[in-house]
């Protein structure tokens, strides 16, 4: 008798052969084990009981990057009696297996690092089969040297050694490397001369003198400063092009830290996860002074550890260079700023030559290597929401790891949005969501969009059957979409926005329908033309039905309304009666008074049902944040200021619910302009009250439409606050909530609503 087993999933490139080589070697097992196209195959003779222990094992003691899907057993009559456990060359095929995100580096690798007995002590790329770099320097499949930036460092005697030995860690580790063989790092002036001595010591004497040098990580180049030091940060602001935008902060664990920011056990397992993201963590007193202007106005800050030896070798630099591991649980003064450098907004920039001109001015040095980049790929942002993880944006880490669908169907190419865009590939019965990719806004980002589809659609080895984009016309998305539809010859499927956004929710809880679907966010194009944004739709797979929305409030000026919260305050005290006020409000800026006559006029005033507007004329009436830097930095600032209010009762009668069941948020604002004087307060309870209003209105149209499962989508629900009461009140209220976790609920998470749409419409 023997066994032949069939395993899917990430199998391939986690160390997944060595680990059934060991396995098969402890249970005194014979046979061998190989790569397929369609994962991992093993044969297996032996006792009955070793082989009834195997299955059971291979997935309790699977490699810490594996991610097995399935496994498919058949017992079978042994023809041959094998002596001995053999891994065999790879089966010929196409493969299908996909190639993992990249990961921190593992203990093993860091007590190597660490180690001055090691042949590796304090080489800035060692890495191993269970971390590293994967998806960044990856081409395409299948998943071998060769088609990774690493095909131009051929092996050395002592790494080929390793990577062709099954027992060792590093066997067929692609990416291995040593200081003989592999990559190697410099530090260079901003004019591009090399500057002698040990890169890392000179980079950090730097660091620490209040000099901003760039570091190329594993998806791109990082902007870098002593966190410390206001002067570097201003410094560093100044140059970015005065960004009141947060910066994230990288610290050698959570103790560093732990006086200036709060974190739970959810918390600092995130921070501490291979997959290394930047966890927003809520601000201590003492924070903005200890790290000044980091997150100016905001009650969270953003925080991650080291995740290359290249970082990790900073801080132990800084901690004089310790031997061996116990330091890096300890705390570290070292707290640096790491911040993407990512010139006015257009993608990151990964290539050295690149890093030089595009960079110029930025940095005061750079600290360069060999490397290539393939892709570019941001550092992955999240905040725990209950306990669970919630995407605000989702790159570095998480991507290519896919998100299981319920069915599968044809291949989907989805395109996205606008702003936060990513795309999205099926195949099958999985999604494959990109890294984020940024707003199209520049022709710079418009081609990274080209660059991260095509290279999605390499690594997968997927042709698209169907493309989805949004339904506004005037998207680069849309454009490309219509253009490679027509250039493959297949079908373009246009998304409702909103539709999306409910539709990934679904998606990833594998909801099929009918379900209500509750989105609340910025503005997308409506099929009716308008600007919407607060709309409670049914949702059944490919249809939906418009059931409600928020009751509309004028944009004065179009889109400069959204960028301008100010305007959208204007517009309120219009709705209020009270627009002589606006001028004398509004004195400062130089449009009032012109702004008041469009509303008067009603000219170049289109409506809009968004959530998001509210927030802004929210904040403007509170006279938050007037002008905006960045998009939802007004709602964020409103909600930066609710969390420092003691009491946050909601307000009575703070809305209608009109008998064509469209709830209007009027009265609101007229209680919001009654308590401008406690503006702390004001905020708190506005956020209290809209969670009633939004509470009592999905719940009047689930029970009129007979619907019990609400599912949540929309940028709205990163704000903290508004999702947590109102999660806590549609429970309350008998309804089945089903939120955004496994991609972003802003539009970061678009183009998995519109691959699932696309997948199921013909
Ligand atoms: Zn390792
Ligand atoms: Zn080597
Ligand atoms: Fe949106």
């Not at 299948?142 to 051929?154: E, G, V």
């Not at 896919?402 to 999604?431: M, Q, W």
């Not at 999905?698 to 629900?717: D, E, M, P, Y």
Request: with cysteine; aromatic share 6%.
């Amino acid at each position: 008798m023997q066994h032949r087993l069939h395993i899917s999933g990430v199998v391939q490139g986690v160390g997944f052969r060595p680990c059934v080589w060991h396995l098969a070697q402890d249970l005194g097992l014979t046979g061998w084990v190989r790569n397929t196209a369609g994962g991992v195959e093993c044969l297996l003779q032996g006792e009955a009981g070793a082989l009834a222990q195997f299955e059971p094992r291979l997935r309790a003691e699977a490699p810490p990057l594996a991610d097995i899907h399935h496994i498919d057993r058949q017992h079978e009559a042994a023809t041959e009696t094998l002596a001995d456990f053999n891994i065999l060359e790879s089966g010929t095929g196409k493969p299908t297996t996909i190639i993992g995100a990249d990961s921190a580096t593992c203990p093993d690798c860091l007590a190597e690092l660490f180690n001055p007995q090691d042949r590796r002590y304090r080489y800035p790329f060692i890495n191993c089969t269970h971390c590293g770099p994967r998806y960044t320097i990856t081409r395409r499949l299948p998943y071998d040297r060769a088609q990774t930036s690493m095909a131009h460092f051929p092996l050395c005697p002592d790494c080929a050694r390793e990577y062709h030995a099954p027992a060792d860690r590093r066997f067929h580790a692609e990416p291995t490397a040593c200081a003989v063989c592999g990559p190697r790092l410099w530090l260079e002036s901003s004019d591009g001369d090399p500057i002698d001595g040990d890169p890392i010591a000179a980079t950090l004497h730097r660091l620490q003198a209040g000099e901003i040098v760039a570091i190329k990580g594993l998806g791109g180049f990082h902007l870098v400063c002593d966190a410390r030091n206001g002067a570097a940060v201003a410094r560093l602001r100044q140059r970015k092009g005065r960004d009141a935008k947060p910066f994230a902060l990288m610290a050698a664990n959570l103790v560093s830290v732990a006086q200036w920011v709060k974190a739970n056990s959810a918390e600092q397992s995130q921070l501490d996860a291979r997959e290394r993201p930047i966890v927003l963590l809520q601000k201590q007193p003492g924070a903005d002074t200890t790290f000044p202007n980091i997150a100016p106005g905001l009650a969270w800050l953003g925080l991650m550890r080291p995740y290359t030896p290249i970082h990790w070798l900073l801080w132990h630099e800084a901690a004089a260079r310790p031997q061996g591991t116990d330091w890096i649980d300890k705390p570290q003064d070292l707290v640096l700023v790491m911040t993407s450098a990512n010139p006015g907004g257009e993608p990151l920039v990964i290539d050295n030559a690149e890093a030089r001109s595009r960079l110029s001015g930025l940095a005061d040095a750079w600290l360069m290597h060999d490397r290539d980049i393939v892709v570019r790929c941001d550092d992955s942002l999240l905040r725990l929401e209950n306990n669970q993880a919630q995407f605000i944006r989702r790159a570095r880490g998480y991507t290519p790891t896919s998100i299981r669908l319920a069915h599968s169907g044809p291949s989907v190419l989805a395109l996205g949005g606008y702003f936060k865009n990513t795309v999205c590939v099926t195949r099958g019965h999985e999604a494959f969501l990109s890294q984020h990719i940024g707003g199209l806004d520049n022709p710079a980002t418009c081609a990274m969009l080209r660059e991260v589809a095509q290279h999605l659609l390499d690594i997968l080895q997927v042709k698209p059957e169907r493309i989805a984009h949004d339904r506004h016309p005037d998207f680069y998305s849309t454009r490309l979409a219509q253009e490679l539809a027509a250039q493959w010859g297949v079908m373009a499927v246009p998304v409702q926005h909103h539709h999306a956004h409910i539709a990934a929710v679904m998606a990833e809880h594998h909801l099929s329908g009918p379900v209500l679907g509750l989105a609340l966010d910025g503005i997308g194009l409506g099929t009716d033309g308008q600007a919407w944004g607060g709309e409670l739709l049914r949702v059944e797979g490919a249809r939906f039905d418009r059931l409600s929305h928020l009751a509309a409030r004028r944009l004065p000026g179009g889109d400069r309304a959204a960028r301008e919260p100010w305007r959208m305050a204007a517009s309120v005290l219009f709705d209020l009666a009270d627009s002589d006020s606006i001028v004398q409000r509004f004195a400062d800026q130089a449009n009032a008074s012109g702004v008041a006559q469009l509303l008067q006029k009603g000219v170049n005033c289109p409506p809009t049902t968004s959530l998001g507007r509210h927030f802004d004329a929210a904040a403007g009436l509170l006279g938050l944040c007037p002008v905006v830097s960045f998009e939802g930095q007004a709602a964020m600032q409103l909600e930066g200021l609710a969390e420092t209010a003691s009491d946050a009762k909601p307000w009575p009668d703070s809305y209608r619910i009109g008998a064509d069941g469209v709830l209007d948020l009027k009265p609101l604002f007229a209680r919001l302009l009654d308590h401008a004087h406690e503006p702390a307060l004001a905020a708190a309870r506005f956020h209290a009250s809209l969670a009633v209003a939004l509470a009592d209105w999905t719940q009047t149209l689930a029970k009129s439409h007979n619907l019990q499962r609400v599912a949540l989508g929309g940028g709205c629900f990163l704000n903290r606050i508004l999702t947590h009461r109102l999660r806590q009140s549609l429970h309350e209220r008998g309804l089945t909530v089903y939120e955004a976790r496994q991609a972003p609920p802003n539009d970061g998470g678009l183009s998995l609503g519109q691959a699932w749409i696309a997948q199921q419409e013909f």
